[in-house]
């Protein structure tokens, strides 16, 4: 790589020979690992969701939060031009929604984003007209 050579014994970790013998080889076989590791499920916000998508006007945008937190919504094209930005404002705990109007907008494919305190979701819009 870049002119620099890299070698790796023939024999991998768990003593079987590497199919490239000594040559740089993805090492997929060598995972030490014993188990799965645990990723614990930290967000305060535990749904996003949009109905219907695909849209053709509106969209209902459904969430929950597990605290009250500070909120808003950014509506994003795929070339990350920010389409509109929605603050709103300090949200109480529990299920939340809020209607977004899209008839202005040419279909295709929007990103939408929730934040909430620290915590970002995101989810894939659909605009069919």
Not at 9 to 28: F, L
Not at 47 to 66: C, E, F, G, H, W
Request: proline share 7%; hydrophobic share 35%.
């Amino acid at each position: 790589m870049g002119g620099t050579f890299y070698y790796a014994p023939t024999i991998d970790y768990d003593g079987d020979p590497r199919p490239q013998g000594e040559q740089w080889d993805i090492g997929a076989d060598e995972c030490l690992m014993e188990s799965t590791p645990h990723l614990p499920l930290s967000s305060d916000i535990n749904i996003l969701s949009v109905t219907p998508n695909p849209a053709q006007d509106k969209i209902m945008i459904s969430y929950r939060l597990r605290e009250r937190e500070d909120a808003n919504l950014s509506l994003f094209s795929t070339q990350g031009e920010l389409i509109e930005f929605i603050n709103l404002g300090n949200m109480p705990a529990g299920d939340q929604s809020h209607t977004l109007n899209l008839s202005r907008l040419p279909g295709g494919i929007y990103l939408l984003r929730l934040q909430a305190g620290q915590e970002v979701e995101t989810a894939k819009v659909v605009i069919s007209k």
